[in-house]
């Protein structure tokens, strides 16, 4: 490897007489050769990503996916699980205000906040209702247009849909806890975490490799999670470890090698 020159390179040179020339091809001849080239270049690539970012030693600019969770709704108060077999329900009127601190929040990325971060200039939604209508909000604060992508959609819950927890365990004992923390359980007509999982795997792909953007992804509790657990390469059971509240804001960074960053989980919106 070759390395930047230093002083103690001709401290041994007999007095009276100059060191030896360096072999071709040694940096240490030539302080402005290629070898000074790169620390320099990696000394300013360091300086452009904030400290405790995670280490690169290129210059790749990443896609930047700002996942956003839609606001409150009917089922968010009642603790049901609303997947995507159904479109609704509605944004209720806490959510229509997070939605308007998630807007708010979003479109200082890149200006106040993250500042190492492109200002959003894409919003995708899954086409639920409640991401559509949060989506709308986002939207309009950044002047952009919503892109529909089924593939950010919320888990499908099968015969689960609109169910609380209890009545799940009523209704399938002993199953609820495996969904979550195996990942592999599939409810009956509905999809494993790990299902989930590959699925937004393929949607983070479809907007992997267009560097220097940023996306914002308007989605759901399940989905947001998976997106940040396969970006991590952690185990489907580990995901809902995660906390993905109401209108919160997390953002990871693709890049082409995968060797992927995840910069913020599960921020708030409201209180800043």
Do not use: C, K, N
């Amino acid at each position: 490897m070759s390395r930047a020159p230093h002083d103690h390179d001709r401290r041994d040179a007999p007095t009276g007489t100059t060191a030896p020339d360096a072999p071709l091809g040694d940096d240490r001849a030539d302080p402005t050769g290629s070898g000074a080239e790169a620390v320099a270049q990696a000394t300013r690539l360091r300086a452009l990503r904030p400290s405790g970012a995670s280490p690169r030693f290129d210059d790749e600019e990443p896609t930047t996916v700002v996942l956003v969770r839609h606001g409150q709704t009917t089922m968010t108060v009642s603790r049901g699980y609303s997947g995507s077999s159904e479109p609704g329900p509605p944004l209720d009127e806490r959510g229509r205000a997070q939605a308007v601190a998630a807007a708010t929040l979003v479109e200082r990325i890149g200006r106040d906040l993250w500042g190492d971060i492109p200002y959003p200039s894409d919003v995708v939604a899954s086409p639920m209702v409640r991401t559509q209508e949060t989506a709308a909000v986002v939207a309009a604060v950044l002047g952009l247009q919503v892109r529909t992508d089924p593939a950010f959609q919320e888990a499908d819950f099968g015969q689960w849909q609109g169910l609380t927890a209890e009545q799940i365990e009523a209704g399938w004992p002993g199953q609820l806890e495996p969904w979550h923390t195996d990942g592999r359980l599939r409810p009956p007509g509905g999809e494993s975490i790990e299902d989930v999982g590959l699925r937004l795997a393929r949607g983070l792909d479809s907007l992997r490799g267009t560097g220097g953007r940023t996306v914002v992804v308007v989605s759901h509790a399940v989905a947001i999670r998976a997106a940040l657990g396969v970006t991590m390469g952690a185990a489907p059971g580990t995901w809902s470890q995660l906390r993905v509240a109401p209108a919160s804001v997390s953002i990871v960074r693709l890049f082409t090698d995968r060797r992927d960053e995840i910069a913020v989980a599960g921020a708030p919106s409201e209180g800043w």
